[in-house]
Antibody
Framework: QVELVQSGGEVKKPGASVKVSCKAS????????ITWVRQAPRQGLEWMGW????????NYAQELQGRVKMTTDTSTNTVYMELRSLQSDDTAVYYC???????????WGQGTLVTVSA | QSALTQPASMSGSPGQSITFSCNGS????VSWYQHHPGKAPKLIIF???NRPSGVSNRFSGSKSGNTASLTISGLQPEDEADYYC?????????FGTGTKVIVL
């Protein structure tokens, strides 16, 4: 079955970086883009950006430009999301999900909790 | 594009039907997601009114103008969750503000 499996939770200090992985299985990896979405505590879902897994093209949320980087490794069917200069309001559950650019998001990874705390 | 607007909460008794809106989407590429706390969101409607295989037919979607709507028929206790719409606009996907459905 189609599945996205994310890396485990992380605790980071303010100013640090985090890199979350998302390993896909059950479909042709390069046929679909991957979107990253986050949810801060008691907040709604926030679109972070999208990567074209086939050619590596990306589109990031304007508010994260300069701090976020999405990459892909087609040899391992894995997508990575790196967020730099972490602040407390980056504390959130981060999800990868197949799809985007108007296409439905399905399926979702299980989520990765990133906690930013001094 | 700012977030799409949804009512903060809706409630209903078991067996009732509820409908709530998602305002601000000019695209027909609207999808809806059910999100139980602590779990990953789940796709329940895509392209405004299409239901993925395996999703209960108690969920239905529609769209008129810039407003998309989600109807839950025959409300069940397990339908208590947060619901988000999502649309594509301005080269990015945008989520709605979310609606908490409470089953009384």
């Amino acid at each position: 079955q189609v599945e996205l499996v994310q890396s485990g939770g992380e605790v980071k200090k303010p100013g640090a970086s985090v890199k979350v992985s998302c390993k896909a299985s059950g479909y042709t990896f390069t046929s679909y883009g991957i979107t990253w979405v986050r949810q801060a505590p008691r907040q709604g879902l926030e679109w972070m950006g999208w990567i074209n897994v086939y050619n590596g093209n990306t589109n990031y949320a304007q508010e994260l430009q300069g701090r976020v980087k999405m990459t892909t490794d087609t040899s391992t069917n894995t997508v990575y999301m790196e967020l730099r200069s972490l602040q407390s309001d980056d504390t959130a559950v981060y999800y990868c999900v197949r799809g985007g650019r108007g296409g439905p998001f399905d399926p979702w990874g299980q989520g990765t909790l990133v906690t930013v705390s001094a | 594009q700012s977030a799409l607007t949804q009512p903060a909460s809706m409630s209903g008794s078991p067996g009732q039907s509820i409908t709530f809106s998602c305002n601000g989407s000019s695209s027909d590429r609207v999808s809806w997601y059910q999100h139980h706390p602590g779990k990953a969101p789940k796709l329940i409607i895509f392209e405004a009114s299409n239901r993925p295989s395996g999703v209960s037919n108690r969920f239905s979607g529609s769209k008129s103008g810039n407003t998309a709507s989600l109807t839950i028929s025959g409300l069940q206790p397990e339908d208590e969750a947060d619901y988000y719409c999502c649309s594509y606009a301005g080269a990015r996907d945008v989520f709605g503000t979310g609606t908490k459905v409470i089953v009384l």
